[in-house]
């Protein structure tokens, strides 16, 4: 598994080997952290090899499974790290298909709902292919995803690989990071240190949000599955910023005050997965409310702040 020491990935770690599997996870830890899978330190059924996967992996023995999620995922990082994101997603996609192939292993491609770039069609089932700035500053993620589902796709058609690409709308839960830019961090962090929250724009902007939990159920029912094309995994719970602001706070028992700031370029405004193939190919949807989620999420930044 790569980005196997992330946020979302290391929590898929812990799942597949709650379910008997062995895990080998690969990450170069420019934005993972080992404190993410320091509780695995002793697992005899997990090793974790620190390597760029943008050059040849190289793994002994048999493999079942690659599951591909390197790569940069918030825009502060992205944006920090413009290259090695569109590299992670074109050569490291690459050198892991090279691996499911020899290996004859499924392969799941950590794609994103920034697939859909600002979208004209709302919610955004599968069919909809998009509307992407390729030269703005969020298309180095949105281009380099687009890419790693293209070449998924090709191998499958090409070399007979069997695939599987989950497109990930936003989650969240215990272990991301702080100041890594994405909206719930920097709530949670400016709700318990008392500042102001920031919204860019007038806060009208949605998005869904996935508890970790949920999130990571909806990935292994896909790769347990047939299912070989594009598939939403996500929470259809659309909310503002400006309410989930409220929401944060409310939560945290803040009295922040909200202050706004311009909206950064190509930032979508809408923000909602159709989940009606995930329900009904897989059975799956999401069970964790966004407040039960917030509550659970809650004690990993209180001590962290």
């Known amino acids: 598994m790569t980005g196997a020491a992330g946020f979302l990935g290391s929590h898929l770690v812990d799942r597949l080997l709650g379910d008997g599997h062995s895990v080998l996870g690969i990450d170069n830890l420019i934005t993972g952290s080992t404190e993410n899978v320091a509780h695995l330190e002793d697992e005899p059924r997990f090793d974790l090899l620190e390597h760029d996967v943008t050059r040849y992996i190289d793994v002994p023995g ?3 499974a690659v599951l591909h999620f390197a790569s940069p995922a918030s825009p502060i990082d992205y944006q920090k790290l413009p290259i090695q994101t569109l590299k992670v997603g074109s050569l490291g996609t690459h050198n892991a298909l090279g691996l499911a192939k020899a290996k004859r292993a499924t ?3 950590a794609s994103t709902s920034e697939v859909y770039g600002d979208p004209q069609e709302h919610p955004q089932p599968e069919t909809y292919w998009g509307h992407v700035n390729p030269v703005g500053p969020r298309g180095v993620y949105d281009e380099a995803k687009r890419f790693g589902e293209a070449m998924t796709m090709a191998y499958h058609r090409v070399h007979g690989v069997d695939t599987r690409i989950a497109r990930i709308f936003n989650t969240y839960g215990p272990r991301m ?3 890594d830019g994405r ?3 920097a709530f949670f962090e400016q709700a318990l240190r008392g500042e102001p929250l920031t919204i860019f724009g007038d806060g009208s902007q949605t998005r869904s949000f996935c508890y970790v939990e949920d999130e990571v159920d909806g990935l292994v029912k896909l790769l347990a599955s047939d299912y070989g094309a594009p598939m939403n995994i996500g929470n259809p719970d659309e ?3 400006r309410d989930f602001a409220g929401e944060v706070l ?3 028992g803040s009295k922040s005050e909200l ?3 311009p909206l950064p ?3 979508p405004h809408v923000r909602r997965p159709d989940i009606s193939l995930a329900r009904s190919i897989l059975g799956w949807e999401p069970r964790i409310s966004r407040l039960e989620g917030l509550k659970r999420t809650l004690p990993h930044f209180e001590e962290r702040v």
């Open 177 to 179: 990071r702080l100041g």
């Open 265 to 267: 370029k190509d930032d």
């Open 183 to 185: 909206v719930l961090p």
């Open 259 to 261: 202050t706004f700031r």
């Open 107 to 109: 392969f799941l491609l």
């Open 239 to 241: 909310v503002t910023i």
């Open 250 to 252: 409310r939560v945290t």
């Open 62 to 64: 048999d493999v079942g």
